[in-house]
T-cell receptor, first 113, second 115 residues
């Protein structure tokens, strides 16, 4: 089955700086990679996703890049704000198999003033 | 449009008791997924259900755990004879139809504590 590894486990940045979270996956058949943000006491919320037919996707201050050859993908947050502080999870699976969605272990991002 | 509703938010049980966790999917969603999250870990898939059918239960422990999604009413995750190792946050997610490229909408979870 799929195995997703995520780094770093914790990340502290100053407000306004960029944050990068990296994930690797093991199953070359995986082609769908969502990112979730989990705030304290809440469930994970999808913030961006990417399919393997594209290498990069952007949505305002967040972007995701995918390298299929190396089997890794990254989340980039620019101009970080205190409200970006949360735990971020990457995940991966093969399209059509939502029940096989495998999550990374999470990155706790702290944006300091 | 209410999101995925889970209750209770917190549940305390003593060892050997039963725990019942409820999940009402978003309006119009007919697919429900249950995940378990241990402290400092990611979410682990447990079971995927459609109305009145269990589609994939490959992540469910073989004993003491069961799930249902009846024609009427919420989905229920049931844990019999709970043990301390069952203490975790249990999240439910729903989607309008099958497929990993459909967004999963998560509830706020039920924090189960076993004394």
């Amino acid at each position: 089955g799929e195995n997703v590894e995520q780094h770093p486990s914790t990340l502290s940045v100053q407000e306004g700086d960029s944050a990068v979270i990296k994930c690797t996956y093991s199953d070359s058949a995986s082609n769908y990679f969502p990112w979730y943000k989990q705030e304290l006491g809440k469930g994970p919320q999808l913030i961006i996703d990417i399919r393997s037919n594209v290498g990069e996707k952007k949505d305002q201050r967040i972007a995701v890049t995918l390298n299929k050859t190396a089997k890794h993908f990254s989340l980039h947050i620019t101009e970080t704000q205190p409200e970006d502080s949360a735990v971020y999870f990457c995940a991966g699976t093969l399209t059509g198999t939502a029940s096989k969605l495998t999550f990374g272990t999470g990155t706790r991002l702290q944006v300091t003033l | 449009n209410a999101g995925v509703m889970q209750n209770p938010r917190h549940l305390v049980r003593r060892r050997g008791q039963e725990a019942r966790l409820r999940c009402s999917p978003m309006k119009g969603h007919s697919h429900v997924y249950w995940y378990r999250q241990l402290p400092e870990e990611g979410l682990k898939f447990m079971v995927y259900l459609q109305k009145e059918n269990i589609i994939d239960e490959s992540g469910m422990p073989k004993e003491r755990f069961s799930a249902e999604f009846p024609k009427e009413g919420p989905s229920i995750l049931r844990i019999q004879q709970v043990v301390r190792g069952d203490s975790a946050a249990y999240f439910c997610a729903s989607s309008p139809r099958a497929g990993a490229d459909e967004k999963l909408f998560f509830g706020s979870g039920t924090q189960l504590s076993v004394l």
